[in-house]
């Protein structure tokens, strides 16, 4: 769909880009065909994508075979995909995405995300998926550039965080390309990135991933802080002197200095405890 067939169609429904519901549309053909191709979607799959939009993407990803669930909060776009995607076998749910009970949906299942996230929500929905007994497979995500930095981020840059330890500790991720804002509409005042992340052979069980992010939330909390006291207030004292043993992580060390597998081996000790 052109930028002008996009904008006509946006006219006749009534529809109007929303920037609270960080919507930004993709228009350009190309790129489209360039996110099917890498994420090769396979027949049967379990297919998640959040905020479809007009459905550029989902046509796309729905002509594999895959079952496909589109989860759409806009009234007007999920009327408007109700007749435009639903005959192509989508499932549509008209929710917002960050209250989805993604446990309910797929009761345990493999899935894959492969989404265009709205930037509102893009970091509220991810969170919610890696908290999940079996999370996502993998995600091939069109996010805004900084937050898919942040998502992959090293030990010891400004971009590190709680939520950077917590999807590297379950999935070796990639930036596939850097996306420019002219192939959306409106255009965002913003670069995006294409954000790959491919789930661990070995994934944590998901208490000590609840464990690890208890952790990292509190480690970070105050993050030019030392960690010791912040967590020694949540933990007991005595367990995280064992557990920064255990680990090899100094006393006196911030959190933007411990490495992913340091968090993950004080999460495992102190979930032991």
């Not at 729905?62 to 589109?70: F, M």
């Not at 006196?252 to 200095?257: F, G, L, V």
């Amino acid at each position: 769909m052109t930028k002008n067939e996009l904008k006509s169609l946006m006219e006749h429904l009534g529809v109007a880009p929303s920037k609270k519901l960080g919507q930004n549309f993709l228009i350009d053909e190309q790129f489209l065909t360039l996110i099917v191709r890498e994420a090769a979607p396979q027949a049967g799959q379990k297919i998640l994508e959040v905020g479809p939009g007009f459905g550029a993407l989902t046509r796309g990803l729905a002509a594999s075979g895959c079952e496909l669930t589109a989860i759409e909060f806009d009234r007007k776009l999920a009327a408007y995909l109700r007749s435009a995607i639903a005959p192509l076998g989508v499932k549509l749910i008209e929710a917002d995405a960050c209250r989805v009970d993604y446990q309910e949906l797929y009761q345990g299942q493999d899935f894959r995300v492969i989404s265009n996230l709205p930037y509102s929500a893009g970091t509220i929905v991810v969170t919610k998926l890696l908290e999940l007994e079996n999370p996502p497979t993998d995600f091939l995500l069109m996010l805004q550039k900084e937050v898919a930095m942040r998502f992959i981020a090293e030990p010891g840059t400004d971009d590190y965080s709680s939520l950077s330890v917590r999807i590297l500790a379950s999935y070796e991720g990639q930036i596939v390309r850097n996306v420019p804002p002219e192939v959306f509409f409106p255009v965002p005042g913003v670069d995006s990135a294409l954000l790959a992340l491919k789930r661990r052979d070995n994934i944590l069980p998901q208490t000590v991933r609840q464990t690890l992010s208890k952790l990292t939330r509190t480690g970070f909390a105050h993050r030019r802080k030392k960690m010791f006291k912040q967590i020694a207030a949540v933990f007991d004292a005595d367990s995280v002197r064992a557990a920064m043993a255990e680990a090899d992580v100094d006393p006196d060390i911030r959190a933007e200095r411990v490495t992913v597998e340091q968090f993950v081996k004080m999460a495992e000790f102190l979930q032991g405890k």
